[in-house]
C-alpha cells in the first residue's frame, strides 16, 4: 500500500537486538568488505522502512571468508500502527449518482487492501480544483517475522556479487543462484530464533567457529553473545575492521621488532584489504629468503611475494631498501610456528627463484633488438602493431622536443625503447611492471641516465614534480604516450562513457594536462608563450601520423573538448564562474591555473561587476549584428561620451595588451578596470542601435574593440552574476 505514515509514538515497544548470519563457503576476499557493508546497510533500509527499528538503532556489519553478518541493538517485535492517508480519485469518478461505490472505486480499493471500507469510511476533500475521495485510518504495524523475510530477501538481491554461483540444494532437484554456496541461516531476535528462510535454509542458531582452531559447530544462544562467542568458542573474529585493525597492530609491532617497516604505499592497504578477507583469525609469523636474491630488482620480489604470496616485505626505515625477510599473515595460532614459517619459506622460494631466472634470461638480449618483434604484437585491429604505436610515438615526441627547442635524439631514443620490455620474460609474468623493467633493462644496455628514466616513468599516472632539463626527456615521452592514446583511441570510437574507459582516456587528459604544469613550474614553457605546445595543433599533428581514414574527421577537436572538460573537473575547487570564464577562450593549457588566479583577483575589484555585465550586453550586441561592424571611424563620433570611451580605450589597450603578452595577466585586468566610468557613461547616455547604419555600425566597432581588449585574459562576461 503506498500511504503517508505518521508513526504512532504513545507506547513504547518492547526491543530486542537482532542478528542476522549466511554462513557460506568461502567468499571472494576482494569483495568481501564491500558485500558485508552491502549486507547490512540493505538489511537496514528494508527493516526501516518497515518501521522495525527503534529510533536510535546502530547496525553493525560483520563478514568473515566463511560469514556475512549484521547485529541491529534495537529492533521491534512488530512495528507500531500507522496512521494513513490515501487519496484515491476524483468524486465524480469514485461514486455514482446515489452515492454507491463505482466499479473504478471497487477496483482501487481492493488494490490497496481496503476493500472493507465503505463510503461512510471515506473522506471527501478539495484539492483545489476538484472533489476527492480519501480513505484515512489506521494501519497495524508489520510484524518483524514477515518483516524480516521481506529484508533478507531484499539484502540478497541487492548483493553486488562479482560473478554468480548457481548450485544445487539437497533435495537434489531445487537450484539457487548465490555468490558462494550458503549452508546456514541464523536469526535471532534477542535468544529467539525468528523462523525466515532464504537460499532453501530455514533460520535457526547453529554456525561454525573457525576451520581448523574450533570444533566447528556452534550454537548462538542470542543475538547479543554472538560476537563473543564466535572468538571464545570459535576462534573467529567476526568484525572485518577489527581484524583488520588486529592484523595492521601485528604487523607494525613485528616490523618494528625486526628494525623495518611495511611501507606506506598504497599496495600496503591493499594487500591488508585482502588478507583480512582471508583470515576469521590472524597471526602473524616472520620469514626470511635467501639474501642473494636481492640482486634481484626489488619490484619483483614486492610484487612476486604481494601478488603470489599474499606476504608483507619489510624494507630499511632510514633508506627504503628492501629486505629479505617478510611477514605471513597465517589463519592459525600455534605455540609453534616453525613448519608454518618453514612452509612458507619453501613456496616462496621457486617463486624468487622464478623471479631470478626472468631477470637473468631477460637480461641476455638487449632491449633495443626486441623493438623489431613489437611487429607481431597486436596493439588495436583498428590502429596496428605496438611497432606502429611506438614509430608514431617517436614522431609525435620529436616534434614535441623542437617544439621545446631541445635535442630530440633522447627522447626518439626513449620513445623507440619504451615498449621494447612489453615481449620480455618478467612482463609477460608481471604486466605490472611495464616500464620498471625496460627501465633496468635499459640501464643494463647502458643506455643514457635520462633515457632509463624516460621508460621508468612512461606509465606514472601524473607528473607531480616541475619539469628540469634533466627530467625533460621523460616529460616528453610521457605527453607523446598521451597524446597518441587519446587521439588514436577517441578516433575510432573508443570513447568513455559512464564509468567506462577501458583505455584510461580520462587519465591520459589528466596526466597531459599535469604535463603542461610541470613545464610551466619548471620554466620550461614561459607563462608569457602563447604558441609552443599549443593543444590544438598538438593534436593536430598527432591525428596526421595515423593512416588515412583511420581517425574519424572530429577527432581533434573532440579530443581537445575532452581535455579541456577534463580540466574543469579538476578545477572544482576554483570559483565556477572564474574557471568557465578562462577555459571558455581554450588558452594554452600550462597558462590556465594563472589565468584562474588572475581573473579571481580581478572579480574582487570594485569594477568587477559592472564591467562584467557590460561585457555580456556587448557580446550580446554584437551576436545581433547584421555583419563585421569593420574598422572604427573617429569622424563618426559625436557624443562626448563616445569619443571618452575611445580616448579611454586608446589610452589603456596597448599597456593592457603589453601586459597580456608579457603573461601579466593579473596586471592586464587590472589596467582594464580602467576603463569602468568611461565604458559606464557611454552606456548611459549613447545610443547604439541608432537609425543611421554608419553611426550604429561605428558604436559596435567601438564596443568590439573594447570587446577584444577585454577577452584576453578570460571572457568576463562570465563572471555577471
Not at 540444494?169 to 531476535?189: Q, Y
Not at 572538460?565 to 600550462?590: F, G, K, M, T, W
Amino acid at each position: 500500500m503506498s500511504m503517508r505514515h505518521d508513526t504512532n509514538s504513545d507506547m513504547q515497544p518492547q526491543t530486542r537486538p537482532l542478528l542476522i548470519e549466511l554462513f557460506t563457503e568461502e567468499l571472494p576476499p576482494k569483495a568481501l568488505q564491500r558485500l558485508g557493508q552491502s549486507f547490512a546497510d540493505a538489511l537496514r533500509s528494508s527493516l526501516d522502512q518497515q518501521h522495525l527499528l527503534a529510533d536510535g538503532c546502530t547496525v553493525r556489519p560483520l563478514a568473515t571468508p566463511r560469514r556475512l553478518a549484521a547485529v541491529f541493538d534495537a529492533v521491534l517485535r512488530q512495528a507500531p500502527e500507522q496512521h494513513y492517508t490515501e487519496k484515491l480519485m476524483p468524486v465524480r469518478i469514485g461514486l455514482t449518482e446515489d452515492r454507491q461505490k463505482t466499479p473504478a472505486l471497487q477496483k482501487k480499493l481492493q488494490a490497496k487492501g481496503l476493500e472493507e471500507l465503505s463510503v461512510d469510511d471515506l473522506v471527501i476533500e478539495s484539492d483545489g480544483k476538484q472533489e476527492y475521495l480519501y480513505a484515512r485510518g489506521v494501519a497495524p504495524g508489520i510484524a518483524l517475522q514477515p518483516g524480516l523475510q521481506k529484508a533478507l530477501e531484499h539484502a540478497i538481491q541487492q548483493l553486488p556479487i562479482p560473478k554468480v554461483m548457481r548450485y544445487q540444494l539437497a533435495d537434489g532437484v531445487t537450484s539457487v543462484r548465490f555468490v558462494r554456496p550458503a549452508h546456514g541461516l541464523i536469526a535471532l531476535w534477542g535468544d529467539e530464533v525468528i523462523p525466515v528462510s532464504a537460499l532453501g535454509l530455514q533460520a535457526g542458531r547453529h554456525t561454525e567457529g573457525h576451520r581448523f582452531m574450533s570444533e566447528g559447530a556452534l550454537e548462538i544462544t542470542s543475538a547479543e553473545a554472538y560476537e563473543k562467542q564466535l572468538l571464545e568458542e570459535g576462534a573467529v573474529v567476526a568484525g572485518f575492521e577489527t581484524r583488520r585493525a588486529d592484523i595492521l597492530q601485528q604487523l607494525q609491532k613485528q616490523a618494528a621488532a625486526l628494525g623495518a617497516t611495511i611501507g606506506d604505499d598504497p599496495e600496503v592497504e591493499a594487500l591488508l584489504d585482502e588478507v583480512t578477507a582471508l583470515v576469521e583469525h590472524p597471526t602473524v609469523y616472520t620469514g626470511e629468503f635467501d639474501p642473494a636474491f636481492l640482486r634481484v630488482p626489488p619490484e619483483c620480489l614486492i610484487l612476486t611475494m604481494r601478488l603470489n604470496q599474499k606476504y608483507f616485505p619489510l624494507f630499511e626505515p632510514e633508506t627504503g631498501k628492501l629486505t629479505h625477510r617478510f611477514l605471513i599473515v597465517s589463519n592459525m595460532r600455534v605455540a609453534d610456528p616453525t613448519h608454518i614459517i618453514e612452509g612458507n619459506q619453501r613456496v616462496v622460494r621457486p617463486r624468487l627463484a622464478d623471479a631470478q631466472f626472468f631477470f637473468e634470461t631477460d637480461r641476455s638480449t638487449r632491449l633495443e633488438e626486441r623493438v623489431g618483434q613489437l611487429a607481431t604484437s597486436v596493439y588495436h585491429n583498428k590502429l596496428g602493431s605496438v611497432l606502429q604505436r611506438v614509430e608514431r610515438i617517436r614522431r609525435i615526441a620529436g616534434h614535441i622536443a623542437g617544439q621545446l627547442g631541445t635535442d630530440a635524439s633522447a627522447a626518439d631514443r626513449a620513445a623507440l625503447l619504451a615498449k621494447a620490455d612489453l615481449n620480455s620474460n618478467m612482463v609477460g609474468e608481471f604486466p605490472e611492471l611495464q616500464g620498471i623493467m625496460g627501465a633496468y633493462y635499459a640501464e643494463g644496455d647502458g643506455e643514457a641516465p635520462e633515457v632509463v628514466e624516460a621508460i621508468r616513468n612512461q606509465y606514472r599516472i601524473r607528473l607531480d614534480a616541475p619539469v628540469t632539463s634533466a627530467s625533460l626527456t621523460s616529460a616528453i615521452l610521457f605527453m607523446a604516450e598521451r597524446l597518441e592514446v587519446l587521439v588514436g583511441i577517441w578516433g575510432i570510437g573508443l570513447v568513455p562513457t559512464g564509468e567506462r574507459d577501458p583505455y584510461g582516456l580520462r587519465r591520459a587528459a589528466l596526466g597531459l594536462i599535469s604535463a603542461y604544469e610541470q613545464l610551466a613550474a619548471g620554466g620550461l614553457l614561459a607563462i608569457n608563450d602563447h604558441q609552443t605546445l599549443r593543444l590544438e595543433s598538438l593534436l593536430e599533428f598527432t591525428a596526421s601520423c595515423f593512416e588515412p581514414g583511420t581517425l574519424a574527421e572530429d577527432t581533434t577537436d573532440a579530443v581537445a573538448g575532452f581535455v579541456y572538460e577534463r580540466y574543469r573537473n579538476q578545477l572544482s575547487i576554483h570559483d565556477r564562474n572564474v574557471v568557465d570564464a578562462v577555459l571558455s577562450l581554450a588558452p594554452p593549457l600550462h597558462q590556465v591555473l594563472a589565468r584562474i588566479h588572475a581573473c579571481a583577483a580581478f572579480a574582487e575589484l570594485p569594477e568587477a561587476e559592472s564591467l562584467a555585465s557590460a561585457n555580456k550586453r556587448i557580446t550580446n550586441l554584437l551576436k545581433k549584428a547584421d555583419s563585421d561592424p569593420g574598422e572604427v571611424d573617429p569622424a563618426l563620433y559625436s557624443e562626448a561620451a563616445e569619443k571618452a570611451l575611445a580616448n579611454r580605450i586608446l589610452e589603456i589597450a596597448p599597456v593592457a595588451q603589453q601586459q597580456f603578452e608579457a603573461g601579466e595577466f593579473s596586471a592586464s585586468l587590472a589596467t582594464l578596470a580602467g576603463t569602468r566610468a568611461a565604458v559606464d557613461d557611454f552606456f548611459n547616455d549613447v545610443m547604439i542601435m541608432v537609425d543611421d547604419p554608419a553611426v550604429r555600425r561605428n558604436r559596435l566597432a567601438l564596443l568590439q574593440k573594447l570587446h577584444q581588449s577585454m577577452n584576453q585574459v578570460a571572457d568576463i562576461s562570465r563572471l555577471a552574476q
